[in-house]
């Protein structure tokens, strides 16, 4: 009954209440994506939404691409002054500062596992009588959450694993350089195979590639990545569940050439693997790219990668005692790396339940949002 009566709803444009989305621009360095494309934006607004939308040079769409749509367009930065009843959305965190919260947002927060910083955070919209619909738990009755970057995460953070790889084989002892976004997946896999190619002429060899939470939606981006890089099917090796039941560490993973941690780390587990473990000569694997990139929660199940890298210097290297160096990629928004993309299926996907914030406010997966705001904001004051 209830999505027979959203559906009327939508056939009938009826409302209830006016709602005003402000996306402002994203600060983090490197970042492209976009919370709403310009045709999400005149989906929204048919619907009977108000969408201001700050301008951006490094968005991967272009200003004009959203005032032709009918957008109010606004400088960068200017949220802080939009009015009272606003929701300010978003992606990546705001800039760093203390001042109060006091609208409405939307984005992810990445302050309710306990990382770096979160208890400021949430002084911060406490201080202001602000709060947060944070994008990572908008979750539906089963728990699965109604929109992610999680396939385009694996998908680009296995290509960068590769390219990784592939550049230890043509270019020895020299770093890593930066990357720029590319225009489509085609570009980015044309790219890829290129250097494959490269790589195999050099060593003789191609990489092995287990993939960590295969069969979650990361794990499968980073499936389809290295196959669709053209990598046999038995040197894409897949461990979910069924493989790590007994829990870690994990000695085997040494076996294979790139490590890749797709997993979503929901509460307190045994590490994968430690540093220690790294010091053995015949270890195989020479590259981690940790997607899941929780560097700075206590559970961390990858201890030795404990900072975030940035596309502009994609990897730092550990050198354990024994055995070849590691390079370690914890790039924290890799779906920038294919931009138009991640955003067109991000907003079609997170579209239905914005939709929600003015046909029904109360809806099920925003009151658990906003409920889980609440008890987070309790806790950091204890």
Known sequence: HYFIFLQYRLKTNTTMGEVHLWMREEVKPFEHRAAFDPAACKELMARG???????????????????????????????????????????KELPESDSALTHQHIYFGHCYKNQGGWKELLARFNKGGGSLIDLEFLTNDRGQRVAAFGFMAGFA??????????????????????????????????????????????????????????????????????????????????????????????????????????????????????ADMLNR??????????????????????????????????????????????????IDHLPTLLPKESSQHFARDLLPTILLLKLDPNAPVLTRAKDLFTKKLIESKQ
């Open 49 to 91: 939404f108000t969408i201001t939308v700050e301008r951006m040079k490094e968005r991967c769409y272009s200003d004009e691409e959203y005032e032709q749509v009918g957008c109010t367009m606004v400088d960068g930065g200017t949220w802080t002054e939009a009015p009272k009843d606003a929701i300010i959305t978003g992606l």
């Open 281 to 330: 000569n015949d270890r195989v694997l020479s590259v981690v790219v940790d997607v899941s990139c929780d560097t700075t929660n206590p559970h961390n199940p990858l201890p030795f990668c404990n900072k975030s890298t940035t596309f502009d210097r994609p990897s730092y290297t550990v050198t354990p005692e024994l055995g070849s160096t590691v390079d370690i990629i914890t």
């Open 157 to 274: 953070g296995t290509a960068l694993g590769i390219l990784q790889w592939c550049h230890r084989q043509t270019s020895p002892g020299k770093d890593f350089p930066g990357v720029e976004p590319y225009a489509d997946e085609d570009a980015l896999i044309e790219y890829v195979t290129g250097q494959l190619e490269l790589a195999k002429a050099a060593s003789g060899k191609s990489p092995t590639v287990l993939v960590m939470g295969a069969l979650g939606r990361c794990g499968s981006g980073a499936v389809s990545m290295a196959t669709k890089a053209g990598l046999d099917n038995d040197a894409i090796i897949k461990w979910d569940m069924a493989e790590t039941k007994a829990g870690g560490p994990f000695p085997a993973l040494l076996q294979y050439d790139v490590f890749v941690n797709c997993i979503y780390l929901s509460k307190p587990i045994p590490p994968f693997l430690t």
